[in-house]
């Protein structure tokens, strides 16, 4: 206390500066009001027209600006000279958008995300060897929630000049099914079974038709692809319910799903060689 014995506080809080800071907090109080009401103004406007993400960024870009312009407004009434300032601020401001240069492309990357929409919150997409569920699309990154609930936060940078899949883009989504039969099967009868698998099941849409083409006359027997549209939000039900009828419904018709074999022969004209196991106890007993 003894440092501030000698000081005459009232000679600090005369009229003026009363005056002056009240104001100051008058522009405060007011300023950051009509800050909240421009916003709520223009998210009501922008609603309908505009995507949640760039909702999010011009909120954020109106709000930084309110608050410089407020913050200015209050070292103005206090009598500050803002030219000093504003040059630092300016020198500052390059250094550290010299050593951000990572930061500023992914900001601009950032914009172009809002302006192409190629995804939004709640799609999900595929992004290298990652794919998960759209959490934001901030001003430097996107984060994804895995389906093994990681959190993933990507570059906006790496998402503009990479490969990105959107898997729920679409409301309908086509799952294949690569399969193959063995060469003595009658395969306008494996065409009619999975033709009555898809129909039957009420997570396949009838249209589009269901796809079925055969591919390649393989080693081990005829590959073929089995294709099902479905909605892109039965994409579980789908894959398990499809993949366990497949599996039953050939059981039942008899229909052989072949595995790789090996054959191997002396000559043309000669009968395969014959394989047969023959346990550890027999063998001792022949030497």
Known sequence: MALFKNVDFSSLFTEDFLLTLFRAALYLVIGFLMLRVVIFLVRRLIRRRVTEQAKMLTTKVINYTGIVIIVVIVLLEFGVNLTPILGAAGILGLAIGIASQASLSNVISGLFLVSEKPFAAGDVITVGDKTGVVMSIDLLSVKIRTFDNLYIRVPNEKIVSGEVTNITRYP??????????????????????????????PKVLDEPAPIIMFRDFADSGITLLFGVWFQKTDY??????VTLEIKNRFDEEGIEIPFPHLSIYAGSTTAPFPVAAVKEEEVESQE
């Not at 086509?174 to 099941?201: G, P, W």
């Open 172 to 201: 309908i989504r086509r799952m294949d099914f690569n399969l193959s039969v063995a060469y003595k099967e009658n395969l306008q009868h494996v065409k009619d079974v999975l033709v009555d698998i898809a129909y039957r099941n």
């Open 236 to 241: 579980m039900n789908v894959k398990n319910s």
